[in-house]
């Protein structure tokens, strides 16, 4: 049998195929960059259609409650929280990762400084917004001090001065994966909380903030939720939590009575405390609808998928080019990578460019690294080995 068919098989038999149709994949694209942005959902336009001319066009300012825009950024949280093992009332959609992973470090910085404890603690090479942000927190807290510590270092530099551990779940270069569980333990075990940036894993993977008692956790929605350009974030806060943690940006939307207009700031109880302004409506219904392409998932069918996915990458990838000349940066361990596949090589920009203008979509990270997203809702077996036929050929030509 043809290698082209084998792999068309595969997808035939893949458990997940259907899902592919709730997805507007382009014709004769292969697109592996939906850890950068999401396909457009096909129940998206029409979600926003209605939007735009029901809710604003003729319901107008009544929307506010006749359409349920002021509890959207919770009823849109309620519908992420189970892609990430969070419980009702513990996610909200709102403002980008940047701002969240700002509140949300801010508010327990501030409950932690009481307790003398000062030491915010980062991985080096996060995410460069939460780095910049993490970074910067001592110019806002007098005292705060930022640590940023290699990989392997991390678990031992958590020490009873520290106040916040904040990490990026599966790194956004290599796709490696920290261990939740272990690591919001070690942290939890000398006092300190955890802050984790799910980006790279929600929608991807299956993650248990419940199960592994984390924190606190934000994560984009124009990743692998699908929620479109520059989607509303999230930001998860662990019910224990939501009484003790005040937001730094207490603006009206999180005040317990929005619509009382009182001179002073009384926080809303739970979740929407976190909340600051007004919610952008379109960008959360387009979420709305990215996440709703979830809507009986089975989420280790995705895990599993996305593992046999990253292997067969791996493996032609080994035996149609050799790792001598594409080096993996990803681990090649199942177990240990999110769901993308990432290389090392010196011409990695030219690469990703002359792979684009062949019809298959990853991305360039400066240096030298290229970087493939694999949707298991829409990425099929057959894609993978014609985007490897198509890498070969571009590196074979030097
Ligand atoms: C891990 C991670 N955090 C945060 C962001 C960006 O967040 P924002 O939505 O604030 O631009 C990205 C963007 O790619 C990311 O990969």
């Not at 272990?182 to 419940?210: C, E, I, K, Y």
């Not at 592994?212 to 520059?230: I, S, T």
Request: with cysteine; net charge neutral; proline share 6%.
């Amino acid at each position: 049998m043809a290698s082209y068919e084998k792999y068309q098989q595969l997808d035939r038999a893949d458990p997940l195929a259907d899902f592919r149709t709730r997805f507007t994949v382009p014709d004769g694209k292969i697109y592996l960059d939906g850890n950068s942005l999401g396909v457009l959902p096909k129940a998206a336009p029409d979600m926003l259609d209605r939007t735009l001319r029901q809710e604003w066009g003729a319901d107008l300012i009544a929307s506010w409650s006749k359409n349920g825009w002021f509890e959207l950024p919770a009823t849109v949280g309620d519908r992420i929280a189970p892609l990430i093992g969070a419980g009702p009332g513990e996610v909200l959609a709102c403002d980008s990762t940047s701002v969240n992973l700002f509140k949300l470090a801010a508010a327990a910085l501030r409950f932690q400084n009481k307790k003398g404890k000062t030491v915010l603690l980062t991985e080096r090479n996060n995410f460069p917004t939460d780095s910049y942000i993490l970074m910067g927190m001592g110019d806002w807290f007098s005292g705060c001090e930022t640590v940023s510590a290699s990989r392997s270092e991390l678990a031992a530099r958590i020490t009873d001065q520290t106040a916040l551990l904040s990490l990026t779940h599966c790194d956004y270069k290599t796709g490696e994966m920290h261990d939740m569980a272990a690591l919001t333990r070690t942290a939890q075990a000398r006092g300190a909380m955890v802050l984790w940036d799910l980006s790279h894993s929600a929608g991807a993977l299956p993650v248990d903030l419940n199960g592994c008692d984390a924190d606190l956790a934000v994560g984009c929605g124009y990743k692998y939720l699908n929620g479109g350009p520059g989607a509303p974030a999230y930001l998860f806060v662990a019910k224990r939590w939501q009484k003790a943690l005040q937001s730094p940006l207490p603006g009206w939307m999180g005040h317990a009575d929005p619509l009382d207009f009182g001179p002073d700031y009384r926080p809303a109880p739970g979740i929407m405390r976190f909340s600051c302004g007004t919610p952008g409506i379109l960008g959360l219904r387009a979420l709305e609808a990215g996440v709703l392409t979830f809507d009986g998932v089975d989420l280790k069918r995705v895990r599993e998928k996305s593992m046999a996915l990253g292997d067969l990458f791996l493996t032609l990838v080994k035996d149609r080019i050799g790792f001598d000349r594409l080096k993996p940066a990803c681990p090649l361990n199942a177990e240990m990578r999110g769901s993308q596949v990432s290389f090392q090589h010196q011409d990695a920009g030219h690469i990703i460019k002359r792979l684009i203008a062949e019809g298959v979509v990853g991305d360039f990270r400066p240096p030298d690294v290229i970087r493939f997203g694999l949707t298991p809702l829409y990425v099929r077996y057959q894609d993978i080995f014609r985007a490897v036929q198509v890498l070969a050929k571009i590196i074979d030509k030097g």
